[in-house]
């Protein structure tokens, strides 16, 4: 398992964006937690196996359906800010 963090572009504020997916991060028992950044972008930060990477990128990538993704990056981090037994959206 390796701990990344995601950053998403596009109009992912305002739009449920947040809800949509950690709604979906917990339904697949995924642990991080999901956060609106004050540059207009997402933060995910989540715990994944590497056969679970595509799916959590397909979420991501997808959003809600108000919204409109137009970049995901991502990097492998080693000090992960969390601890959660699941899924959360920080304010």
Do not use: C, H, W
Not at 1 to 22: P, T
Not at 30 to 54: H, S
């Amino acid at each position: 398992m390796q701990i990344y963090r995601f950053i998403v572009s596009g109009k992912v504020q305002g739009v449920f964006y947040r809800k949509f997916v950690s709604q979906e991060m917990m339904k697949e028992q995924f642990q991080g937690y999901v956060k609106n950044l004050k540059d207009g972008t997402v933060e995910m930060v989540a715990a994944v196996y590497d056969d679970d990477f595509d799916r959590v990128m397909q979420i991501l990538r997808n959003g809600s359906p108000a919204s409109s993704v137009e970049n995901v990056s991502y990097k492998s981090i080693e000090d992960a800010d969390f601890v959660t037994d699941g899924f959360e959206i920080r304010y």
